[in-house]
């Protein structure tokens, strides 16, 4: 009978229904916004799982090109995501609140600000592609074999800035189910274009790396097309005004002050991560290439703890909406203790067969061997890090998007960074030491957010 029931709990998910989650079980109302959030992230992890595998088919050097510029990129996706999490916690405080006009007015701002930011950012990456891998520690070979993967990636980063926003604002309304299937979409293009641009079919020439960019660009392009035919069709909670198409300057400044708060522990998190990159890249592409394998196996495995984390942050920011902060923190610990028990799991999966995991990417022992290391290291801390993700996306679904950035930037800049160079450079552990690093940093964050969410002074945040 529980298993019945829970079937009929995952179609009600992936379909979709129009509910008030401010009231009933907590459990129903986090399986329901979960599950799509879950696939959705899933989806998402398949664009980079796919082309990792495929282009460590090419070259060593092809592999460390797509880290590089993926650490680039998650400069750009974390404005993204701080945009994209400032209208989360707008919008889903005025759902909360039965205010669905205002949450409109809130949904167009952000997508008049993701555009501006984009363009931007884009015109950028276009003109300085090369120097940016140069910056990144690619050797010439590298560059010239890279440079148009990463142009093309990071010119069009558009499509990515609308992905992250509009899935972020059809979180916060309570359809989740909506960004699923942009995913999926998007994702079954590239699994189909991957391969054929990549390795050549027929009359296509073989485009190598950047065949990967070009799959990946047309692929979330046209999961932004279907993102706006979605956001004007009667099934979204959210609706278009033609009041609400002019810029709303107080509500700009609102949302770009909430935004600084919450790119600013992506920025500052990515930035750390591009640091470590550029301490890898002074021990080789085979150990940069592992290391690149490693993330990827480790960001997939861990997308539907961010499923999860998304789910809360939109509990969160509509049930302190509807006046329930109790409820609210429920939620969140209800949701800790289930992240918990999924990264146990998959902590002992990969200590028992990292090696079998990693062998499924490249057929280099000593790439494999890297990976294996990066994994099992960065394993560890996988318990406190459960609670930290929860934690962390609870304060910036209630609006206080600033302590975890501070956070980061204590943990990232002020422990993992010295630390990982210390222990890189000057004793015998190499680049072991950087994964020694991540692990302690994310240790002592998650102790600390758990210290600062029980104070409960993010309860009394007013968006």
């Not at 099934?235 to 790119?263: C, D, F, M, Q």
């Not at 930037?409 to 010295?418: G, S």
Request: aromatic residues 12%.
């Amino acid at each position: 009978m529980q298993l019945k029931q829970f079937f009929k709990l995952f179609v009600r998910a992936v379909k979709g229904e129009d509910l008030d989650y401010t009231k009933g079980s907590i459990n129903q109302a986090l399986f329901l916004l979960s599950v799509p959030m879950i696939l959705e992230m899933l989806m998402e992890s398949l664009f980079a799982i796919i082309d990792v595998f495929l282009v460590a088919k090419v070259s060593n050097e092809a592999v460390a090109t797509v880290g590089m510029t993926e650490g680039v990129l998650m400069l750009v996706e974390s404005i993204a995501i701080g945009i994209a999490m400032a209208s989360t916690a707008l919008i889903a405080r005025r759902i909360g609140e039965k205010k669905h006009e205002e949450a409109s007015d809130v949904a167009v701002q952000t997508l008049m600000l993701a555009g501006v930011v984009s363009l931007f950012t884009g015109w950028l990456a276009f003109v300085y592609a090369e120097e940016i891998l140069s910056i990144m520690g690619g050797d010439s070979a590298l560059i010239d074999e890279g440079k148009e993967y990463t142009r093309i990636i990071l010119s069009m980063n558009f499509v990515v800035m609308f992905l992250f926003v509009f899935n972020g604002i059809f979180r916060a309304a309570g359809n989740p189910e909506i960004a699923m299937r942009t995913l999926i979409l998007s994702n079954a293009i590239n699994i189909v274009l991957d391969p054929i641009l990549i390795f050549g079919l027929g009359p296509i020439l073989p485009m190598g790396v950047t065949g990967a960019a070009i799959a990946t660009c047309i692929g979330r392009g046209t999961g932004v097309i279907y993102q706006i035919y979605m956001l004007f069709s009667s099934k979204s909670t959210i609706k278009i005004y033609k009041k609400h198409l002019r810029p709303n300057i107080e509500l700009l400044v609102k949302l770009i002050k909430l935004s600084v708060g919450g790119a600013g522990q992506f920025l500052i998190s990515t930035a750390s991560w591009i640091f470590l990159i550029r301490i890898l890249a002074s021990f080789g592409s085979i150990v940069l290439a592992g290391y690149t394998i490693a993330i990827r196996i480790i960001i997939f495995s861990i997308l539907p703890s961010w499923g999860l984390s998304n789910a809360t942050a939109t509990l969160v920011g509509q049930n302190l909406g509807a006046k329930e902060p109790d409820r609210a923190e429920t939620t969140v610990w209800t949701a800790g203790k289930y992240n918990m028990l999924f990264l146990l799991f998959l902590s002992i999966i990969f200590f028992l067969f990292a090696s079998s995991i990693c062998g499924l990417f490249t057929k280099d022992p000593g790439v494999i061997d890297e990976a294996v290391n990066c994994l099992k290291v960065i394993c560890i801390g996988y318990i406190f890090f459960a609670y930290q993700m929860i934690i962390n996306q609870a304060f910036n679904g209630a609006g206080d998007t600033k302590t975890p950035m501070i956070l980061s930037f204590i943990f990232m800049w002020l422990v993992q960074i010295p630390l990982a160079y210390y222990l890189s450079f000057y004793t015998s552990l190499n680049s072991l030491g950087v994964y020694v690093s991540i692990c302690v940093s994310s240790i002592l964050m998650s102790l600390t957010a758990i210290h600062l969410f029980r104070k409960g002074k993010w309860k009394d945040v007013v968006v």
